[in-house]
């Protein structure tokens, strides 16, 4: 018998099985592969190799990188992760060090090289034109904003703070806030005192429901969007907290690929986020394997390289998935989704 494909999956968001989360992305994996296989196309088994480091913000850099080399040292063809944007640039320079080629479905943009590829989750650079658009449709003029104090929380204030200019919005005010950030009153009230008429929020979330409290506990009434970070409203009593918030979240009602998906595995549409991201990871890692002209870790960098105009079951109908030579982000076209959090459900704006 064929010896087995190995592929690593690093989780930064635990440092050992948490049954509890969902950030291992292995059941679609085996899925997206299994029906490759079905298919013939690809002719040996496919074994998944776990590794975990709790990285940025509430773990470390280290156990990262601890986690990216133990899988390096364990003869995987190609990575998949991590999953949160700092810990996606440290990983990056490891791709190129090891020449794996590693897939992160993080939100930064410079989560990319020669062998880092990237599934946008998000994005640092795209959400805030997003929102600023969106902010600016409304009939916003002057927006406030508080953000983590991290490079996912710069980096999206940076863009934010390019796209108002161009738009005509003030920036009224901006406040940092610690990433871990259990309360908030001060920074909010100094920022409504900027007498903003849109209010954002910009971070990897943790901090957001301390944000949010506090504006609540406030008479300011007013649009007031966050970034991805509203995607944790799926989890726990987040939703409850931030009801009535716009964020950006990355699939749409009308995507005919994630409308067949549901159908498919019986899911409802509460669960579409996952599906459509857990999809899209799969395929292109299945398509990967199926593609490689020859199954090493260069050849598993080629594969990924041919795997083209896929649709995608994240993003508006017509977002499609693939690669190039010199491209690295796989999502193309419009894939980043404004919903709203209304007692308790995800509704698409407008």
Known sequence: MAQPIRIGILNDMANAPDPGRDGDPGLWLQ????????????????EFVRGWGLGLPGGT??????????????????????????????????ADRHRIATLNWAG???????????????SHEDESLVIARHLHALGCRR????????????????????????LGLRIAGTAGISPLAETAESEVAELLETRPDGFVYLGLGLSAPA??????????????????????????????????????DMFSDDNRTLTALLARHGLDRRQSLAAGKGHDLG????????????????????????????PAAEGFEGTLLGFGIHDRGALHGR??????????????AG
């Not at 943009?109 to 998000?122: I, P, T, Y």
């Not at 927006?143 to 796209?163: F, K, P």
């Not at 890692?285 to 490689?292: M, Q």
């Open 211 to 248: 944000v949010a409290r506090a504006l609540g506990g406030s008479k300011w009434q007013g649009p007031r969007i966050m970034n991805t970070a509203g995607l944790r409203g799926y989890h726990g009593d987040f939703a409850a907290v931030v009801d009535g918030w716009h964020y950006v």
């Open 143 to 166: 927006l406030a904003v508080a953000y983590d104090r991290s490079q996912i929380g710069t980096r999206h204030l940076r863009y934010l703070e390019d796209e108002a200019r161009i």
């Open 335 to 348: 894939y980043l989704v404004v919903r709203q959090w209304l007692d308790g459900e995800t509704v698409q």
């Open 283 to 310: 395929r292109l890692v299945a398509e990967a394997i199926a593609r490689a002209p020859e199954l090493t870790r260069v050849g598993l960098r080629h594969g990924l390289e041919q795997v083209k105009w896929l």
């Open 31 to 46: 899925r997206a592969v299994g029906d490759l296989a079905v298919a013939d196309r690809i002719d040996r088994p496919v």
């Open 61 to 94: 850099a280290a156990a990262v990188e601890r986690a990216y080399a133990d899988l390096a040292a364990q003869d995987v063809l190609m990575i998949v992760g991590p999953a949160i944007g700092d810990n996606a640039l440290v990983a990056t320079p490891l």
């Open 108 to 122: 930064a943009e410079r989560g990319r090289s020669d062998w880092m590829f990237h599934l946008q989750v998000g």
